[in-house]
């Protein structure tokens, strides 16, 4: 099990979620899922409609991590946000483009970055880290 | 409605086994199980707990293999998994195929190891509990540990230090307890000098893994006189949901008890895990929990923190503690006058946990 392995179907598959913030907000209750789903988490309902997020948020705090995972060791140490998105949802998701934790209350954006390299046959995975692009209001 | 007894425990010592594999460890808690429980009644079903022997260990199939081995093949047997709540769920299945009547006895046996690979292959393994799309993110559940203090932090007004005597209090318990991995004391400098592990939290903040097994037998109300002290698994209640890390809320549900009369564990992966977890049940006031741990019999094994952290067996291992605490025979810190016994079993960013009542 020690390699990283990418399925090229897997990636596919999830390229709506993992380019993309794709979502699903319930015609019910009105809750948003980021990341769809056929079925609304708060009720149930199946009456849900597919969104698309903005990418736009503001940064609640950060951490600083030093705990590797395989295949990610080029980005250590690691920043990883809890963002509140401009339509509402919380999400926690890796920072990119900074060398210290950013200020609470900053402005951050959804950017394609590389996120991990197969060990064997090199292919690269491509996901969403969120960049600052201003110290917030 | 029937009742549902706990007749026996063992707990192998939690440690880096490296000369045993998942099926020794299984077996070793096993051995335990005969050589405490004198009359070993006939078994009815086998319910295994494990979370990270698919991914680390290449093992399915673990309750046949476990179950055959040990001489029990045609036993009714399955696995388990629900993350590091596993064990919480196996004791549930049991509990609920005995409340039922469709078994008398039932086996529970929480087996998992840690330490055949380097951590970075842990890392991963574990933060595969996280959601489809953090996993595929690189973000690691020690992450989410560190943004729940933060936010703790900031709610209460306390700083990392405030943390610490959880550490201590853990290390120290862990001192007298003989299945418990860190058997060492720490000091306050210790702690702050410790490696970061996700800033703010330190190497002293989360549980240290390592391999472990733990057996449990779960019995019927006619079964329950083969435990010299029967032990009545009182109620089960369970919570689930997606937490709300910024405003601190989680799936707990309240415990009534009263906390002079009652041994309690619960599932401190991180130090902030076990405040939000004692504040939650009600067991302490919010914000000040780790600072009133003189008025709860907490986590004497020394929790996850200092018994240490195996895997999907930890439910099992604070079951058999608390079971082993009520029949006055736990070898570590003990808490006499306990008459009750409350396990939280929670996974290691609680979003479902399992609360289980006992009464002696
Ligand atoms: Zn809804």
């Not at chain 1, 309902?45 to 951490?63: A, C, H, Y």
């Not at chain 2, 029990?72 to 039922?100: C, H, N, P």
Request: hydrophobic content about 35%.
């Amino acid at each position: 099990m020690i390699t990283v392995r990418i399925s090229p179907p897997q990636v596919w598959r999830a390229k709506q979620s993992l380019y993309k913030l794709a979502a699903t907000k319930c015609n019910r209750c009105g809750n948003i899922d980021v990341y769809s789903s056929a079925f609304c988490s708060k009720c149930g309902s199946n009456e849900v409609s597919s969104i698309n997020l903005s990418g736009n948020g503001t940064l609640i705090f950060s951490t600083k991590n030093f705990q590797q995972r395989a295949g990610y060791e080029k980005s250590m140490p690691q920043f990883v946000g809890l963002i509140k998105l401009d339509e509402g949802p919380e999400i926690v998701a890796p920072l990119t483009d900074v060398d210290e934790e950013p200020k609470e209350g900053s402005r951050v954006t959804a950017v394609l970055r590389k996120l991990t390299v197969d060990s064997s046959n090199g292919l690269i995975e491509y996901g969403l880290k969120f960049k600052v692009i201003s110290d917030g209001p | 409605m029937s009742k549902v007894y706990v007749t026996g425990a063992s707990m192998v010592p939690v440690n880096r086994h490296y000369d045993m594999s998942l099926l020794d460890l299984a077996n070793s808690s096993l051995m335990g199980i005969r050589k405490t429980v004198e009359d070993l009644p006939e078994i009815d079903a086998v319910v295994v707990s494990n979370a990270y022997g698919q991914k680390l260990e290449s093992q399915s199939m673990l309750s046949y293999k476990i179950s055959r081995r040990a001489g029990l093949s045609g036993k009714v047997s399955m696995t388990v998994e629900q993350g590091d709540a596993s064990g919480g769920a196996s004791i549930f299945t049991a509990y609920s195929l005995v409340k039922s009547g469709v078994a008398k006895n039932v086996l529970v046996i929480g087996v998992d190891k840690f330490s055949d690979f380097p951590s970075k292959f842990v890392n991963d393994a574990v933060s595969s509990t996280l959601d489809e799309i953090s996993y595929q993110e690189g973000v690691t559940t020690s992450s989410y540990g560190a943004l729940m203090m933060k936010s703790y932090m900031r709610k209460y007004n306390v700083s990392e230090d405030y943390f610490y005597d959880w550490a201590i209090r853990m290390h120290s318990n862990a001192v007298e307890n003989p299945y418990a991995y860190l058997r060492f004391p720490v000091d306050r400098e210790v702690i702050a000098k410790s490696q970061e592990v996700s800033t703010p939290m330190r190497l002293f903040d989360i549980a240290p893994r390592a391999d472990g097994a733990s057996a449990l037998l779960v019995s019927s109300e006619d079964y329950s006189k083969i435990s010299e002290v029967p032990v009545e698994i009182d109620s089960i209640d369970f919570s689930s949901g997606e937490p709300s890390i910024s405003s601190l809320e989680f799936p707990i549900k309240r415990a009534n008890v009263n906390p002079d009369r009652t041994v309690i564990e619960i599932s401190d992966t991180f130090s902030v895990s076990a405040a939000i977890e004692l504040e939650a049940m009600g067991l302490a006031e919010r914000g000040k929990s780790i600072k009133s741990l003189d008025q709860l019999n907490v986590n004497y094994s020394g929790g996850l923190k200092a018994r240490g952290y195996p895997g999907g067996a930890t439910g099992v291992y604070q079951a058999a503690e608390v079971y082993i605490q009520l029949i006055g025979e736990f070898p570590g810190r003990k808490a006499k006058e306990a008459e009750e016994g409350l396990v939280l079993n929670t996974d290691d960013v609680l979003r479902t946990s399992f609360l289980f009542h006992f009464k002696r």
